[in-house]
């Protein structure tokens, strides 16, 4: 009997999400930068956008009492390594890395997250989940992907891509204030909703 109980509480232990830890710190990655301009569609440069969406990001969650780290502030050229340097000298944190999309196929629109661990998983529902209530456009769901700065950073961590640019719907979207405003908002809330 002993020993089923401690097999039933080694059990729950392993299946209990590493993610539900409070973090204290959120390392914001904004994409591209400098000579990498990311994808161009329509006008819109994704590093700018980027950019952009993570100091509205920033503003957010510092107004929500989170320590916020930038992996960078202005148009400048961060390798991957890099990045993961920044977010791997925090402690108690998670890496949320922002980017838009683009594809030859220019009918297909829509938000993802990807992740790389069952934490990361468990954080990108979140903010995809939020992403769906709050924002418009369409939510192209989950997926797993073994990206560098998922794989090279120590902590939870997600990639946002907050839309197509090579999609004209999501462009004209993404290319005003206001829906990036509440993008943040939206991605900040998922954000929150994992420390829960």
């Given at each position: 009997?002993?020993?089923?109980i401690?097999?039933?509480?080694?059990?729950?232990?392993?299946?209990?999400?590493?993610?539900?830890?409070?973090?204290t710190?959120?390392v914001?990655?904004?994409?591209?930068?400098?000579?990498?301009?990311?994808?161009?569609?329509?006008?819109?440069?994704?590093?700018?956008?980027?950019?952009?969406?993570?100091?509205?990001?920033?503003?957010?969650?510092?107004?929500?009492?989170?320590?916020?780290?930038?992996?960078?502030?202005?148009?400048v050229?961060?390798?991957?390594?890099?990045?993961?340097?920044?977010?791997?000298?925090?402690?108690?944190?998670?890496?949320?890395?922002?980017?838009?999309?683009?594809?030859?196929?220019?009918?297909?629109?829509?938000?993802?997250?990807?992740?790389?661990?069952?934490?990361?998983?468990?954080?990108?529902?979140?903010?995809?989940?939020?992403?769906?209530?709050?924002c418009?456009?369409?939510?192209?769901?989950?997926?797993?992907?073994?990206?560098?700065?998922?794989?090279?950073?120590?902590?939870?961590?997600?990639?946002?891509?907050?839309?197509?640019?090579?999609?004209?719907?999501?462009?004209?979207?993404?290319?005003?204030?206001?829906?990036?405003?509440?993008?943040?908002?939206?991605?900040?809330?998922?954000?929150?909703?994992a420390?829960?």
């Open positions: 009997m002993l020993r089923f401690i097999g039933a509480l080694l059990l729950v232990m392993l299946e209990a999400p590493a993610w539900a830890l409070s973090f710190t959120v914001i990655d904004a994409g591209h930068g400098g000579k990498d301009g990311g994808c161009v569609h329509h006008g819109l440069i994704e590093k700018k956008l980027c950019l952009d969406l993570a100091l509205r990001l920033e503003r957010v969650l510092k107004a929500k009492g989170l320590r916020v780290v930038m992996t960078r502030r202005t148009d050229f961060i390798s991957l390594d890099a990045r993961a340097a920044i977010a791997n000298r925090q402690k108690n944190a998670l890496f949320v890395s922002l980017h838009f999309n683009g594809n030859r196929n220019k009918a297909i629109s829509g938000m993802e997250v990807f992740y790389r661990s069952q934490g990361g998983k468990a954080v990108a529902a979140k903010i995809l989940r939020s992403m769906d209530v709050n418009k456009g369409v939510k192209r769901g989950l997926f797993f992907q073994d990206l560098k700065v998922l794989r090279a950073t120590r902590m939870t961590a997600v990639l946002v891509e907050g839309g197509y640019l090579s999609n004209k719907t999501d462009a004209s979207r993404c290319a005003t204030a206001y829906h990036r405003e509440e993008l943040a908002k939206a991605i900040a809330r998922g954000i929150l909703a420390r829960s």
